[in-house]
């Protein structure tokens, strides 16, 4: 199968502090990530599409300034919510395409749950 | 502008039939994923659809009009565990996934 991981699964900070969140392919190279977030009873919001060795492209209204996406190797991409706000509190989900198997399917990550307080 | 429509909740009865329906419109079409998420976790892959017509995978199989603009995820023999929501994903003509807000599914006994 095709695993991605996310650490960590639950982080609780406090407001004007910064998280990083680690999208890692377990057991095939990915190119291309997605970072999604999600709030309660609504539907995945695409905030960034990552690309290994080149910058993240963000979605309208996305600021990339406070959401620093990295995409360093093939297994590896991170997101890092700096300054973090109560609003930022949301489920982030990260996934993962691989060029084989079911064209442009998405593997996800199991989610971190971020608090900010 | 890009649209994805599904119900927003469903009920039915465990050991019936449910049909999932969903209504697109997009900038181009390069296939039609469905997605079954439980509640805080993440989605996972159901089915894939690119050409017209019905793919059955076990209990659960998808529908696809391209000329409609339609697809439908039917599950069968409903079980507690079907209890989930349900995303429409649309691949658009730059390869970009359109989510639908999702399909709360709940069974009931």
């Known amino acids: 199968g095709a695993v991605v991981s996310q650490h960590p699964s639950w982080v609780i900070c406090k407001s004007g502090t910064s998280v990083k969140i680690e999208c890692r392919s377990l057991?095939?190279?990915?190119?291309?990530m997605f970072w999604y977030r999600q709030f309660p009873k609504q539907s995945l919001m695409l905030m960034a599409t990552?690309?290994?060795?080149?910058?993240?492209?963000?979605e309208q209204g996305v600021e990339k300034d406070k959401f620093l996406i990295n995409h360093a190797s093939l297994t590896l991409s991170t997101l890092t919510v700096t300054s973090a706000h109560p609003e930022d509190s949301s489920f982030y989900i990260c996934?993962?395409?691989?060029?084989?198997?079911?064209?442009?399917?998405?593997?996800f990550g199991p989610g971190t749950r971020l608090t900010v307080t | 502008g890009q649209n994805i429509d599904q119900p927003t909740e469903m009920t039915a009865t465990e050991g019936a039939i449910v049909q999932i329906n969903c209504t697109y419109q997009t900038s181009g079409f390069n296939g039609l994923f469905w997605y079954q998420q439980h509640a805080g976790e993440a989605p996972t892959f159901l089915s894939y659809n690119v050409l017209d017509g019905l793919e059955e995978k076990g209990r659960f199989s998808s529908f696809l009009s391209r000329s409609k603009g339609y697809s439908y995820l039917l599950l069968k023999e409903l079980q507690m565990k079907d209890s989930a929501s349900y995303l429409c994903?649309?691949?658009?003509?730059?390869?970009?996934?359109?989510w639908g807000a999702g399909t709360k599914l709940i069974i009931k006994p």
């Open positions: 994903a649309v691949l658009d003509s730059n390869y970009q996934l359109i």
């Open positions: 996934s993962a395409h691989r060029t084989s198997g079911t064209p442009y399917e998405q593997y």
């Open positions: 057991d095939f190279q990915a190119t291309t």
């Open positions: 990552s690309n290994e060795g080149s910058k993240a492209t963000y």
